[in-house]
């Protein structure tokens, strides 16, 4: 009503035009042109700070995403919800914070059970009952349900060997006994994907075979390990397991953007018809192993990871060429992000020595509690609603991509799915005020806890909770508070723990992160389980905030 009383004040061919321009806003939710393909694009340890656009004094060069974002959106405060990338994916997927499940620390394995539990709604089943055909092309790393047989002198691989960094870095399993002639359960398939095609985990983690749908693609036939260079932060050995003829690190970049465009051009006339896609593309690099074709070798004047970076940042140039070809780059809303922060593999100690910092001046790296693990590049292009050449500094967590994309189809999320996953939606149209999250919650790779809000970061341990110093259980802490605490306003290098100094700011933000861990759920709504395990030491400092 008190939109037709507005139109009063028109002219009549004005009031017409403005009635029918609010009916079609208000039904913009359910039609066809507000159902945009979605291609989600996961680069894998690209740290803020390699990406030009997000960091000037880089001396990497991404022609490709800076492109991107001179057509889209820069998000200036993205975070993962983890510093390492299983539990990234998880929270991606599924809108939940990966330490609800039985991840508690740490990441899975080439050989590992599936993570995401049974009856877990996904992203990718949400699209799919939306009518979209949904693809995932490229590093899993969730788990997977091995169809295992007794261990025999064949199928019984070199035994792997275990990185220093123990079960709090990987969980680890050699592969042995398993039946690559059968099909595995609880994948890509069985979680709202009509199709994959990839890796099971990390490159360097066996087997060392492409996946097809449930099963290999091609049947390892011996065992063994690449060369690679700082295979592991800690120094550890080349993880060993079944390989199958004829596969090579160097290519498995190349194989998945090759895969991604051909979905693309396939499915292009059904988007075209009213069927849209989504198509989840988690790409293998630039993590270890560090293997850049010779066609990029050397291209950066800097080291084998910055070439690997470049050779990223071609990749994702190829993807958006397909969409341009194809005819549906401006009915595709595009996002291209990187799981946690940059590895240390990158050698930090050297790109300093050339003024190149991955982190762009935030402290620490991937595994970190501290904004290097966790802080990301962030870019989205959706031509028909994004504004060109913007940016945004409002905070934004990966798993929110679920949250949005029922926002963007108009559809409901059950209360027991997705919780806590925020919209940002209002960001991508340009009318976030406030904005969408104001809370930000973080975890290390040893499951230590951190919590933003605003100015204020509250780190629940007493070290990095990582690979940087002070390593947990490696370096001394004697002496040091049991938390810490940063204002990211006058100090986002994380130099001054100021928690003595705020003991105010310590309790709320201490009392926030008790109730998001016992509610279940960090969105408004009935209270969740979280998955139970028999101990969960890093909630310890529950006991100061009850």
């Known amino acids: 009503m008190n939109v037709c009383r507005s139109l009063l004040f028109l002219r009549p061919v004005a009031a017409v035009a403005a009635l029918l321009g609010s009916l079609a806003s208000a ?41 991107l974002a001179a057509r889209g959106r820069m998000f200036t405060e993205a975070h993962s919800s983890s510093a390492v990338c299983t539990p990234t994916r998880y929270n991606i997927l599924t809108g939940r914070y990966n330490w609800r499940s039985t991840r508690k620390s740490g990441v899975l394995g080439g050989f590992s059970p599936p993570l995401i539990e049974e009856g877990r709604l996904t992203v990718a089943e949400l699209l799919h009952r939306q009518g979209y055909h949904t693809a995932a092309v490229g590093k899993w790393h969730l788990g997977l349900e091995w169809a295992r047989g007794p261990r025999t002198a064949s199928s019984d691989p070199t035994p792997n060997k275990k990185a220093k960094g123990g079960a709090a870095t990987l969980e680890n ?8 002639t059968k099909p595995f359960g609880r994948g890509p398939l069985t979680l ?9 985990a990390s490159l360097d983690m066996p087997p060392y075979t492409f996946l097809e749908g449930d099963r290999a693609a091609v049947i390892p036939d011996h065992a063994g390990a690449f060369p690679m260079k700082n295979a592991h932060p800690d120094g550890g050995n080349v993880r060993t397991g079944p390989i199958a003829p004829g596969f090579d690190t160097i290519g498995v970049l190349p194989a998945l953007t090759q895969r991604a465009v051909a979905i ?63 005819g549906v780059a401006d009915d595709t809303l595009v996002i291209v992000t990187s799981d946690n922060g940059c590895s240390p593999q990158a050698d930090y100690p050297f790109l300093a020595s ?29 031509p028909a609603r994004i504004a060109a050449g913007s940016r945004s500094d409002a905070f934004v967590c990966l798993g929110d991509f679920m949250a949005t994309c029922a926002d963007i189809l108009g559809t409901k999320l059950p209360a027991n799915a997705a919780e806590d996953s925020i919209s940002f939606l209002p960001l991508l149209l340009g009318r976030a005020a406030p904005a969408p999250r104001d809370t930000l919650v973080l975890h290390s790779i040893n499951g230590s ?44 290098a994380e130099k001054a723990n100021v928690v003595a100094d705020h003991p105010d700011v310590v309790q709320r933000l201490g009392r926030l992160m008790r109730a998001y861990v016992v509610n279940g759920r960090s969105t408004p709504g009935p209270p969740q389980q979280n998955t139970p395990v028999p101990r969960w030491p890093q909630t310890a400092w529950m006991d100061d905030f009850k």
């Open 27 to 67: 039904q913009a939710a359910g039609s066809p042109a507000a159902r945009p393909n979605i291609v989600f694009i996961l680069a894998d340890d690209l740290g803020v700070g390699d990406v030009k656009c997000f960091n000037p004094q880089g001396k990497i060069a991404t022609p490709q995403l800076d492109a």
């Open 173 to 180: 399993d050699d592969g042995g006994g398993i039946d690559f």
């Open 192 to 200: 709202g994907f009509d199709e994959y095609f990839g890796i099971s």
């Open 264 to 326: 693309i051009g396939r499915q292009a006339a059904d988007a075209r018809a009213g069927k849209p896609f989504f198509l989840y593309l988690p790409l293998n690099s630039p993590h270890t192993p560090i293997a850049p074709t010779k066609e990029w070798q050397g291209k950066s004047g800097l080291n084998d990871y910055a070439d690997f970076v470049m050779q990223t940042d071609a990749a994702i140039g190829e993807i958006m060429a397909a969409l341009e070809k194809s």
């Open 354 to 382: 050339r003024d190149h910092d991955p982190s762009a001046g935030r402290r620490g790296h991937k595994a970190d509690i501290f904004d290097g693990g966790h802080r990301i590049p962030l870019i989205m292009r959706w």
């Open 449 to 492: 806890f951190g919590i933003r809000q605003g100015r204020w970061k509250l780190e629940l341990c007493p070290d990095s909770g990582g690979w940087s110093f002070p390593r947990p259980g490696r370096d001394k802490t004697d002496g040091l508070p049991r938390f810490q605490l940063y204002d990211l306003e006058t100090d986002p």
